[in-house]
């Protein structure tokens, strides 16, 4: 277990140069950069204004140079400053943001566990049956329905007609603290919540069914069966525990699929989270924020494969890495 661990960490670092290469690259194959929207905006500027704010900024300087200008400050966790919000550093904006997201991801991917595991554990154990209907049909309009048009509707029938919900925003009030600002934060994230972990509680729920099906028809479950073993310990002790597997591979990539899907559903919900952040740094062309994001997420997603990887042997004793 221990040298499996030490050889995904070495495997970590040359997937993490390769992102970060990636990112770059793409970052300078987009067209225009943000003194370019600013020049457009305002055409009476002589250009040459703009040339030397870019001679300043190091934005003529040859790629390989950039690259290693912004390398070196991303090892030492400084992305540089941004080129539209008055200078401000990079890392300031996205520390100002990112609990917001980390938040909503965190309350997303419980509402995806707690409601899929125990839906997909009873549609197994009791196939067919009118409650299995219901989340077979739930499932298919999950992955069928985008997130951005279940969040217009959620605000529709559930915040503007009912009022159950907030529309918009993380508190309803910037000095609520402690549990009433706890409960005030929960409230708001509903909304955007359900809407993030949608198409994750449907995958989650179909995978748990399968597996737990699968599980229940082998001959090991027979035996235990055969032995006396009460359905609880059968269920529990020896079937989810093989079905989780399925499950731990997903969360791993969960968790930048969560955090990448709250760009859209953020920028719905008018939710002050990196997802806002990073589509107005794309439309500004803000390109030292968008790459900031980009890696952010990157390495989240790398690291929940990592974590992923170690939980198999967990999960499952009779996995083992030699």
Do not use: C
């Amino acid at each position: 277990m221990t040298k499996y661990i030490i050889r995904r960490v070495l495997v970590f670092f040359p997937m993490l140069l390769a992102l970060t290469i990636i990112v770059f690259t793409l970052a300078q194959l987009a067209p225009g950069d943000a003194l370019t929207g600013q020049q457009l905006a305002d055409p009476r500027v002589d250009p040459e204004v703009y040339e030397k704010q870019r001679e300043a900024l190091g934005l003529n300087d040859p790629i390989p140079v950039r690259y290693g200008r912004w390398i070196s400050g991303v090892a030492q966790g400084d992305f540089g400053n941004s080129l539209v919000f008055n200078g401000r550093s990079v890392m300031e904006l996205i520390q100002d943001r990112i609990m917001n997201t980390v938040y909503l991801g965190v309350f997303a991917l419980l509402i995806t566990l707690v409601v899929s595991i125990p839906i997909g554990i009873y549609s197994a154990r009791k196939p067919y049956s009118l409650v299995d209907y219901a989340a077979t049909g739930f499932g298919f309009l999950g992955l069928a329905i985008p997130n951005f048009f279940f969040g217009l509707m959620a605000i529709y029938f559930l915040s503007i007609n009912l009022g159950w919900f907030p529309a918009q925003g993380t508190l309803s009030s910037p000095g609520a603290s402690g549990f009433s600002g706890f409960v005030d934060r929960i409230h708001h994230m509903i909304l955007p919540g359900i809407t993030l972990g949608l198409a994750g509680t449907a995958t989650y729920m179909r995978y748990m069914r399968s597996e737990v099906l699968g599980v229940l028809g082998s001959d090991y479950i027979r035996t235990a069966r055969a032995k006396g073993m009460s359905e609880r310990n059968v269920l529990y002790k020896h079937t989810l525990r093989n079905a989780l597997l399925p499950i731990v591979t997903l969360m791993g990539f969960e968790i930048g699929i969560l955090l990448g899907g709250a760009v859209i559903t953020e920028q719905v919900f008018q939710y002050p989270g990196l997802g806002t952040l990073f589509l107005s740094s794309v439309t500004n062309r803000d390109y030292p924020v968008v790459m900031a994001i980009a890696m952010i997420l990157g390495v989240l997603v790398l690291v929940g494969n990592l974590v992923a990887d170690i939980l198999y042997s967990v999960i499952d004793p009779r996995i083992r890495y030699d």
